[in-house]
């Protein structure tokens, strides 16, 4: 039954109207017009968990049809060995890039220089900072630089509601502050969490109230 309930949940959106954007109206206004191809290159630096991964998914998601793209999380995966001129790249984690991919990424980068295309990256750190070739960190930092801001407390509110409703049910602002007050605080972990409640109450067929919330966290301690 459990397994049946996971098939049939909605995916979680990544969306620029699923995020809360706090701090970064102007970041996330650049990003729009990097996906109309007004800019074209962009790098965004922040901590872990403030929603990098989740801008760049979503960026990805606003690319015409048409162009060619590539969405790479240098955490997880390798660069292509090849890319159009007039492509669309977007690499995520670029902290995580080894020697041999320091060299694609910029190989790329002129690529995409010379033949129209654009790039988005995302780091911890501004790109002169970051422990990478002296040549590819100033290839970063040629385009927008942006840091993207934390979230307030009330924007992690808003944004757990918000997501609580693409999930299909309603969280009281109470039961929101609750998580934010003893559960890890940052976004990708909660909304992990607020899916979990979600299968929880669908599986045993429960509203989403305190008790079920503290039963989720409690198989959950991490």
Same mark, same amino acid.
């Given at each position: 039954?459990?397994?049946?309930?996971?098939?049939?949940?909605?995916?979680?959106?990544?969306?620029?109207?699923?995020?809360?954007?706090?701090?970064?109206?102007?970041?996330?206004?650049?990003?729009?017009?990097?996906?109309?191809?007004?800019? =074209?290159?962009?790098?965004? *630096? /922040?901590?872990?968990?403030?929603? +990098? @991964?989740?801008?760049?998914?979503?960026?990805? !998601?606003? #690319?015409?049809?048409?162009?060619?793209?590539?969405?790479?999380?240098?955490?997880?995966?390798?660069?292509?060995?090849?890319?159009?001129?007039?492509?669309?790249?977007?690499?995520?984690?670029?902290?995580?890039?080894?020697?041999?991919?320091?060299?694609?990424?910029?190989?790329?980068?002129?690529?995409?220089?010379?033949?129209?295309?654009?790039?988005?990256?995302?780091?911890?750190?501004?790109?002169?900072?970051?422990?990478?070739?002296?040549?590819? =960190?100033?290839?970063?930092? *040629? /385009?927008?630089?942006?840091?993207? +801001? @934390?979230?307030?407390?009330?924007?992690?509110? !808003?944004? #757990?509601?918000?997501?609580?409703?693409?999930?299909?049910?309603?969280?009281?602002?109470?039961?929101?502050?609750?998580?934010?007050?003893?559960?890890?605080?940052?976004?990708?972990?909660?909304y992990q969490l607020l899916e979990e409640i979600n299968t929880a109450s669908l599986s045993r067929q429960r509203a989403v109230t305190l008790g079920l919330i503290r039963e989720t966290l409690k198989s959950n301690p991490?």
């Open positions: 039954m459990k397994q049946l309930i996971l098939d049939f949940l909605p995916p979680a959106p990544r969306t620029f109207d699923d995020f809360v954007r706090g701090d970064n109206a102007e970041l996330l206004f650049q990003l729009g017009e990097w996906a109309q191809g007004e800019v =074209r290159a962009l790098y965004i *630096w /922040g901590e872990s968990g403030a929603g +990098k @991964s989740h801008l760049l998914s979503a960026s990805e !998601a606003r #690319l015409e049809d048409a162009l060619p793209s590539y969405y790479i999380n240098a955490r997880q995966s390798m660069l292509p060995q090849q890319i159009e001129g007039n492509a669309a790249l977007l690499v995520d984690n670029v902290e995580y890039l080894d020697a041999e991919q320091q060299i694609t990424l910029f190989d790329h980068y002129n690529t995409l220089r010379e033949g129209g295309g654009r790039i988005l990256a995302s780091g911890n750190l501004p790109p002169m900072l970051l422990a990478l070739r002296d040549d590819l =960190r100033t290839r970063l930092g *040629w /385009g927008l630089v942006y840091q993207l +801001k @934390s979230l307030s407390d009330d924007d992690k509110i !808003a944004a #757990l509601l918000r997501r609580a409703r693409h999930l299909g049910f309603e969280l009281h602002r109470e039961l929101a502050e609750y998580l934010l007050q003893h559960a890890s605080r940052d976004l990708p972990n909660l991490g």
